[in-house]
């Protein structure tokens, strides 16, 4: 296979391989996402909620939240069109969607979500704590050798920070690590989290992308 070459050339130097993040102000459904999340009925002896710990994720299946649903789906499209990839090839299905809640000074630790292609966060409650996508930076050409900057650059370091703010859906790669850093929060964090794969619409004549499931079958 040939690969796509893309030229992005600044003074003496390339920069390569982007890490494209996709951000965008929902507005509008914050009651009737509270009012899922109450009928929830979620435990939060522990100070820390995970939706798929208590097999609670199948907030997509929830009627009064498909306008929240057709939105995201609107905005997965959007992020499949800014790589000029022909979005009408492929149907957006939510596998799984679960409510995460974290108390002062608690965090999420580092992960990625291996079932899936790009997952989702909406911040329905956030004092501002950031959000970490890690990657292994190929230009550390040995171990620990960025502890030897002097300076902190996009391109000399492993991580970026996002600051979210309420109502603002954040889409990512699902193979991205990330994780949160509680900062000085003083207020709980309450998002919405999802999982989403990516299927072709109905053709079966091509080698690449998954097939539609209604061709999938079970022994």
Known sequence: MTPKIVQQTTSNFHQAFPLIVYEKKLSGFLSSLYKSFEDGKFDNSTGKIVGEHHGKVLIHHDKRLR????????????????????????KVNFV?????????????????HSCSHISWIYYIQTPGDPLVLHHKNPN????DAFRFITENRFNNGDGYVINPTTEHLI???????????????QHQRISLVGDIILTLKD?????????????????
């Open 67 to 90: 306008p929240f649903f057709k939105q995201v789906t609107n905005s997965v499209y959007e992020y499949l069109d800014y790589f000029k990839i022909d979005k009408s090839a492929f």
């Open 140 to 143: 550390e050409w040995f171990g």
């Open 203 to 219: 053709r079966t004549d091509s080698e690449s992308g998954l097939l539609p499931s209604q061709y999938w079958k079970q022994f």
């Open 171 to 185: 889409m990512f790669p699902s193979s991205i690590e990330h994780y949160t850093s509680a900062e000085d929060r």
């Open 96 to 112: 799984k969607t679960w409510f995460t809640i974290c108390d002062p000074q608690q965090t999420l630790p580092m992960h990625y």
